[in-house]
């Protein structure tokens, strides 16, 4: 079972368990929710707050000054530059060079990590406006970014998928393209969705034997060797080259990539512990670990989605980490958010894909009711009772996205083979 149910649980997870009256250097006990390093805060009015409060008011303002950043780079990039009379607008986003849309997709991705704790479907538009201006910038990171948080039917979108796709189709589009970290994130968004390899097949042509002989070179926020980022794609392109599948073959694969991705998990948790231990940092925001990391949430989709076993490979990821602290569960507890949210969101998700060049007002990626503090009560019946009308598989009859030509709308059907019954590691060809 996952600890981790709700928002006010997750930030209950993330207060710190020395959270309460501490004694400060050479003086009288304080109050543990300082205001200062050394000045205690007085206690409200009306009683005690929530544990995780000043955790979850953080991350609100954080996401704010991000998007609003967001959108000053944004702002600043057709900007003329005789009307630059600083010059601050050229060096951020210099015209033609990468590095402004990496400025602008890097604000964004900070505010819809700062938003997670605050609001998914918040964090969701963001995440993926972030995604477009690492597509913009040519920085494969985009579309895995995009892979791992939507569906196929909103990714698919026939007015998004050529312009997502189309900066990788080409190894000579970009030396991004040829990186090795960057092709990793490239062969992981291929490897969980087949339809996605015949665009890049000239990109990704011997990806794997290349990036093999970079197995060592750490990748990701917790910088783990590369060759465990290749573990994984592995694992879900072995799998569709299979001739046959049983029942316990499948079973076998979600065990082998519930134990994978739980690796992960745990060492990200592992630094948000180490991080907790300043606890003033830790409470404004300042804790130099991301809390929800879109890297370790897109990873987790793109597993989750590879097959319709949303819901099962969610639970055994959670089983295997249930003996660890709370904390390693909210990549999965994260990417459940988005999927619940998701079909009330997609027509506003669609927008953003197929006009990401508009200028948007931070406000345009939040809904009225996300002041509203987790605890709650009638915000959290709300989000179970979203949640129960929400079954997976979606049936395109109750899709928000509009109707596509039949043609266009992606298979699930995959060749069926076999796997290890007992979870163990497949015997590559």
């Known amino acids: 079972m996952p600890r981790l149910t709700s928002l006010a649980s997750v930030l ?18 304080e109050d543990g929710r300082t205001a200062g390093p050394s000045r205690a805060r007085p206690a409200p009015a009306g009683g005690p707050e929530p544990p ?15 998007a ?16 630059d009379a600083s010059g601050w607008a050229a060096n951020v986003y210099p015209p033609g060079h990468w590095t402004g849309p990496a400025t602008l997709a890097t604000a964004y991705r900070l505010a819809a990590q700062h938003a997670a704790l605050v609001d998914p479907r918040w964090s ?16 494969p990171f985009g579309l895995f970014l995009l892979a791992g948080l939507l569906d196929d039917r909103t990714l698919r979108d026939s007015a998004t998928f050529g312009e997502v796709v189309a900066p990788f189709q080409t190894p000579d589009t970009g030396a991004a393209t040829t990186h090795p970290v960057q092709q990793t994130y490239l062969l992981l968004a291929a490897a969980s969705r ?9 990109t990704l042509a011997g990806a794997g034997e290349r990036l093999a002989l970079h197995g060592a070179r750490p990748i990701g926020p ?10 994984l794609a592995n694992v879900m392109e072995y799998d569709d080259h299979l001739p046959r599948r049983t029942s316990a073959a499948r079973d076998g694969q979600i065990m082998y990539l519930a134990r994978q991705l739980a690796s992960l998990h745990r060492g990200q948790a592992a630094a948000l512990r180490a991080a907790r231990r300043n606890q003033y940092l830790w409470r404004q925001g300042g804790a130099p670990v991301n809390v929800v990391d879109m890297e370790y949430v897109a990873i987790s989709g793109l597993a989750l989605r590879h097959r319709p076993w949303f819901d099962e490979l969610s639970e055994a990821i959670t089983n295997e980490l249930r003996r660890d602290d709370p904390l390693a569960e909210l990549p999965v507890w994260t990417m459940g958010e988005i999927e619940a949210e998701l079909p009330g969101i997609a027509p506003t998700v669609i927008d953003i894909l197929r006009d990401p060049d508009r200028t948007r007002h931070p406000d345009d990626f939040r809904d009225p009711d996300t002041t509203v503090a987790p605890w709650d009560s009638e915000r959290e019946a709300r989000t179970q009772a979203r949640r129960t009308k929400t079954d997976r598989p979606r049936s395109p009859e109750k899709s928000q996205v509009e109707e596509r030509p ?9 060749p069926e083979g076999e796997w290890p019954d007992d979870g163990s590691e497949p015997r590559w060809r």
Do not use: H
């Not at 950043?69 to 057709?78: L, N, Q, R, V």
């Not at 339809?195 to 000239?202: G, V």
């Not at 039949?406 to 995959?414: A, H, I, L, V």
């Open 194 to 202: 087949p339809w996605l390899r015949e665009p890049l097949r000239q």
């Open 406 to 414: 039949t043609e266009e709308r992606p298979t699930n059907e995959r």
């Open 52 to 66: 995780g409060y000043e955790i979850w008011e953080s991350a609100r303002r954080q996401a704010e000054f991000y």
């Open 12 to 29: 209950e997870s993330l207060n710190p368990p020395e959270y309460g009256r501490t004694a400060g250097p050479g003086g009288p006990a």
């Open 222 to 231: 917790q910088a783990v060797p590369l060759a465990d980022y290749l573990e």
């Open 68 to 83: 609003t950043y967001a959108e000053t780079i944004d702002e600043s990039s057709g900007e003329d530059p005789a009307d």
């Open 124 to 139: 969701t538009r963001l995440a993926v406006r972030a995604g477009m201006a690492y597509v913009a910038a040519g920085l």
